[in-house]
């Protein structure tokens, strides 16, 4: 076990975890945002470098700062450690400053790509970046590619994290895509635009952090912010079957996994669930999606802040305890305020 | 209970011989008329006489077109979820090739519809536009007999490319100015060191 202390706050974890995974134990403000790594994939993370953070004390032996930052997410803890994220102006300026080159070739098409809403990099861009860009050159640019008939490839937007190879090597038996070329021109695509076809290709387009692949059956149908989601299962012989499904109105316009507080897939899909069930009737609807009330998302949406079920099977246990008693639950008695 | 203090007592006695004639409290009433037929009008003969508005001011809205008379509305959705009336609803659909010089980027918005019963002029649609595309202009949303007719669509928000609407006023140099400024933002970074040391404090 390794004693790590992470902007003043302490917690200990079993040796080997990295400082973001430490983090993320203690949760809340102090989480570095990152853009590449994805706890469910393997051998993710180390490209992006947002989750840089300030290593003060290198350990309880060696107590020397390390000299710059590193990278969060391929740093182990040791013990003593301690580490600073946004309790440190200098972290937080090299940190605009990462999100400042990964903006560089991201062109600002935000009003027309779908993924706006629920775009990791909009959101490290508002929180993190700076409020204009300083690049005055031409930006690299790309066709669009269609990979399939599902899945679209906008190569401008993408900012080369590797998710979308990574679960392609380890979700799928083989990949047909991956990095092309090296430095500036490096893009993500297809050998010879072959397509990506095998049952969970789809699940390229859920870790996805910005909008490089998108679901072709949802492109351009609505705003992530006017489609409601709510979580739905149903019996899939080659998923869990577990996902979210997003209405507006009566229709099913789109259907993704299920997603952590950390924009994380909870479980993967087939590409079955997720391109051809868009009928109310495949599904069990389980209930609305809870939705950070921060993100755009939940605008207009009108999510009841408490379980309903939950509060009146409380109500009839205490009625039935009021029972002896012989006293009667007035009207009011499902209203949470009058708890 | 007393509420005001402008309260009388009524009394009711025998009226004098003055207040039985009745005329001094007629003459009295018909001063009053007349003083009016003296006073300058309170109503104009519109809409051949209009008053003046101020330059801002928030009527009707308008799409507009780009120098090249392209749509420039992209179908975000900002203004909508900008809209504290939800007043703006709009239909998405993809550019096809060789309507590059019906619609500027490659979405464009099919159907856009303001509902101005639920309108309130508030203007939130305008600032939240990136595409410069939706403006309030100084025109009057006139009156009609059916509430269905209040729904306007594209037909009547798009500017026809012969018959431009003048929105310069909205677009002065102050306005520029103000939009790019970067202190007027919500005051983003004042906001986020304030957050920041809170939670060091804490």
Same mark, same amino acid.
């Given at each position: 076990?390794?004693?790590?202390?992470?902007?003043?706050?302490?917690?200990?974890?079993?040796?080997?975890?990295?400082?973001?995974?430490?983090?993320?134990?203690?949760?809340?403000?102090?989480?570095?945002?990152?853009?590449?790594?994805?706890?469910?994939?393997?051998?993710?993370?180390?490209?992006?470098?947002?989750?840089?953070?300030?290593?003060?004390?290198?350990?309880?032996?060696?107590?020397?700062?390390?000299?710059?930052?590193?990278?969060?997410?391929?740093?182990?803890?040791?013990?003593?450690?301690?580490?600073?994220?946004?309790?440190?102006?200098?972290?937080?300026?090299?940190?605009?400053?990462?999100?400042?080159?990964?903006?560089?070739?991201?062109?600002?098409?935000?009003?027309?790509?779908?993924?706006?809403?629920?775009?990791?990099?909009?959101?490290?861009?508002?929180?993190?970046?700076?409020?204009?860009?300083?690049?005055?050159?031409?930006?690299?640019?790309?066709?669009?590619?269609?990979?399939?008939?599902?899945?679209?490839?906008?190569?401008?937007?993408?900012?080369?994290?590797?998710?979308?190879?990574?679960?392609?090597?380890?979700?799928?038996?083989?990949?047909?895509?991956?990095?092309?070329?090296?430095?500036?021109?490096?893009?993500?695509?297809?050998?010879?635009?072959?397509?990506?076809?095998?049952?969970?290709?789809?699940?390229?387009?859920?870790?996805?952090?910005?909008?490089?692949?998108?679901?072709?059956?949802?492109?351009?149908?609505?705003?992530?912010?006017?489609?409601?989601?709510?979580?739905?299962?149903?019996?899939?012989?080659?998923?869990?079957?577990?996902?979210?499904?997003?209405?507006?109105?009566?229709?099913?316009?789109?259907?993704?996994?299920?997603?952590?507080?950390?924009?994380?897939?909870?479980?993967?899909?087939?590409?079955?669930?997720?391109?051809?069930?868009?009928?109310?009737?495949?599904?069990?609807?389980?209930?609305?999606?809870?939705?950070?009330?921060?993100?755009?998302?939940?605008?207009?949406?009108?999510?009841?802040?408490?379980?309903?079920?939950?509060?009146?099977?409380?109500?009839?246990?205490?009625?039935?305890?009021?029972?002896?008693?012989?006293?009667?639950?007035?009207?009011?008695?499902?209203?949470?305020?009058?708890? | 209970?007393?509420?005001?203090?402008?309260?009388?007592?009524?009394?009711?006695?025998?009226?004098?011989?003055?207040?039985?004639?009745?005329?001094?409290?007629?003459?009295?009433?018909?001063? /009053? =008329?007349?003083?009016?037929?003296? %006073? #300058?009008?309170?109503?104009? +003969?519109?809409?051949?006489?209009?008053?003046?508005? &101020?330059?801002?001011?928030?009527?009707?809205?308008?799409?507009?077109?780009?120098?090249?008379?392209?749509?420039?509305?992209?179908?975000?959705?900002?203004?909508?979820?900008?809209?504290?009336?939800?007043? /703006? =609803?709009?239909?998405?659909?993809? %550019? #096809?090739?060789?309507?590059? +010089?019906?619609?500027?980027?490659?979405?464009?918005? &099919?159907?856009?519809?303001?509902?101005?019963?639920?309108?309130?002029?508030?203007?939130?649609?305008?600032?939240?536009?990136?595409?410069?595309?939706?403006?309030?202009?100084?025109?009057?949303?006139?009156?009609?007999?059916?509430?269905?007719?209040?729904?306007?669509?594209?037909?009547?928000?798009?500017?026809?490319?012969?018959?431009?609407?003048?929105?310069?006023?909205?677009?002065?140099?102050?306005?520029?100015?103000?939009?790019?400024?970067?202190?007027?933002?919500?005051?983003?970074?004042?906001?986020?060191?304030?957050?920041?040391?809170?939670?060091?404090?804490?």
């Amino acid at each position: 076990m390794a004693k790590v202390t992470i902007d003043g706050k302490t917690i200990e974890v079993p040796d080997g975890t990295t400082i973001l995974n430490a983090a993320r134990m203690i949760g809340g403000e102090i989480v570095p945002p990152a853009m590449c790594y994805y706890s469910k994939l393997k051998t993710s993370g180390g490209y992006c470098r947002t989750c840089i953070v300030k290593v003060t004390k290198g350990s309880e032996k060696d107590p020397r700062p390390m000299p710059k930052p590193v990278a969060s997410c391929r740093t182990t803890v040791m013990d003593g450690m301690e580490v600073q994220n946004i309790t440190s102006p200098d972290l937080l300026e090299a940190r605009a400053g990462v999100v400042e080159f990964l903006l560089v070739n991201h062109p600002l098409d935000c009003p027309v790509c779908d993924q706006a809403g629920e775009c990791h990099l909009q959101d490290l861009g508002y929180e993190n970046g700076k409020v204009k860009t300083r690049y005055e050159f031409k930006r690299r640019t790309f066709e669009m590619i269609d990979i399939g008939d599902k899945i679209k490839l906008h190569m401008n937007r993408c900012i080369l994290c590797y998710r979308c190879v990574k679960v392609s090597d380890q979700l799928t038996p083989y990949r047909v895509h991956g990095v092309l070329n090296r430095g500036e021109q490096a893009e993500i695509s297809t050998y010879i635009k072959n397509v990506i076809d095998n049952e969970f290709s789809g699940n390229v387009i859920d870790v996805c952090p910005v909008g490089a692949l998108t679901d072709k059956t949802f492109r351009f149908k609505s705003r992530v912010w006017f489609t409601k989601p709510v979580d739905a299962h149903r019996d899939c012989p080659t998923c869990s079957g577990k996902v979210r499904i997003w209405f507006k109105g009566a229709d099913v316009l789109r259907v993704t996994a299920r997603k952590d507080e950390y924009g994380e897939v909870v479980e993967w899909i087939c590409n079955n669930c997720r391109f051809d069930k868009k009928q109310v009737s495949d599904w069990t609807i389980e209930g609305p999606a809870h939705i950070s009330k921060h993100s755009v998302i939940s605008a207009n949406h009108y999510e009841t802040p408490f379980a309903l079920s939950a509060l009146k099977a409380d109500v009839k246990k205490q009625q039935k305890k009021l029972e002896g008693k012989k006293v009667e639950l007035g009207e009011g008695a499902l209203n949470p305020n009058n708890k | 209970m007393q509420l005001t203090n402008r309260s009388k007592v009524v009394v009711k006695k025998e009226m004098t011989l003055m207040e039985r004639l009745y005329l001094p409290a007629i003459l009295a009433g018909m001063w /009053i =008329t007349i003083k009016h037929f003296l %006073r #300058k009008k309170a109503t104009i +003969n519109y809409p051949e006489v209009k008053r003046p508005i &101020a330059q801002v001011y928030r009527g009707m809205h308008v799409l507009k077109r780009d120098e090249k008379g392209a749509e420039r509305c992209t179908a975000c959705g900002l203004c909508a979820v900008a809209c504290p009336a939800e007043a /703006i =609803t709009m239909i998405a659909e993809e %550019r #096809k090739a060789g309507e590059e +010089n019906l619609y500027r980027e490659e979405k464009y918005a &099919a159907t856009y519809e303001i509902n101005m019963l639920r309108c309130i002029f508030c203007g939130d649609c305008e600032e939240a536009c990136p595409k410069e595309a939706i403006f309030l202009t100084d025109r009057i949303v006139p009156s009609e007999f059916l509430r269905n007719d209040f729904v306007y669509g594209k037909d009547k928000l798009v500017e026809s490319v012969s018959q431009r609407v003048d929105v310069s006023v909205r677009q002065t140099k102050e306005v520029a100015n103000f939009k790019k400024d970067n202190k007027q933002q919500h005051n983003i970074n004042d906001l986020k060191q304030f957050f920041k040391n809170a939670l060091i404090k804490h």
